[in-house]
């Protein structure tokens, strides 16, 4: 046998091997369930991967609510993409953009406290939902950061969510508690970011 036969033999052994790991956990992961998703760190790309979850349900047919609780810019591609859809068919999605009255700047706390339950006034209502196949909480980890949403009461009612449904959260700093509350938790690290080269955020990349 030469040694090209022999890799083969090899590699289509390893292969079939790791085939029948792969049946058997497809196999055992038998459990339909409304999945909690939260995407965190300081890397790029926990946004934009909710919003490619949105697309994916939608795709499928299902029902999508996205509450955005902190507004960076008016002129995102996600958002004009989205609404045009919303518009077509409101039936299928929701896209609220609930964060505007943050301020920053002045850190009137106690404005800011009102906005955020405000906010969160509208995300429970899709949260109540059965209707809604998917939520996306959109910078929802900045409540906890400052403290204008209480972390307890706001995994309490993700937790009492229609079962079906499933929920995407992103932002920063996920608290422990959120993350423990997960089923699926990504940590997207920086290992680059071009900003930092001085190049400016561009339009179908950042934004
Ligand atoms: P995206 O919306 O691209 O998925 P994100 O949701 O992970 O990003 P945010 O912290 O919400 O990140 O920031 C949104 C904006 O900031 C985007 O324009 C993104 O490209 C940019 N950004 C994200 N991470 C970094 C970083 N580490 N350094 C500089 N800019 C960043
Ligand atoms: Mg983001």
Redesign the pocket.
């Known amino acids: 046998m030469s040694s090209n036969d022999d890799r083969e033999q090899r590699h289509n052994q390893r292969m079939a091997r790791k085939k029948e790991v792969v049946d058997a956990a497809i196999a055992a992961a038998t459990d339909k369930r409304g999945v909690l998703v939260v995407n965190t760190g300081?890397?790029?790309?926990?946004?934009?991967?909710a919003f490619g979850m949105v697309a994916r349900a939608l795709g499928h047919g299902q029902r999508v609510a996205v509450v955005q609780f902190i507004k960076?810019r008016s002129d995102t591609g996600e958002e004009a993409f989205f609404q045009q859809y919303a518009l077509q068919q409101p039936e299928r999605l929701v896209w609220q953009v609930c964060g505007e009255g943050f301020t920053w700047e002045t850190q009137d706390l106690a404005r800011d406290q009102a906005t955020a339950a405000a906010a969160w006034q509208v995300a429970l209502r899709y949260l109540s939902d059965p209707a809604y196949d998917l939520v996306v909480l959109d910078?929802l980890t900045y409540l906890f950061k400052y403290r204008w949403l209480d972390l307890d009461a706001a995994i309490a009612s993700l937790q009492a969510r229609p079962p079906l449904q499933h929920v995407a959260i992103?932002g920063?700093a996920a608290p422990e508690a959120l993350i423990a509350a997960a089923d699926t938790v990504s940590e997207?690290n920086?290992v680059k970011?071009a900003?930092?080269a001085g190049i400016a955020?561009q339009p179908g990349v950042?934004?």
């Open positions: 300081n890397g790029k790309g926990k946004s934009s991967a960076g910078e992103t920063r997207i920086v970011h900003f930092k955020a950042d934004y």
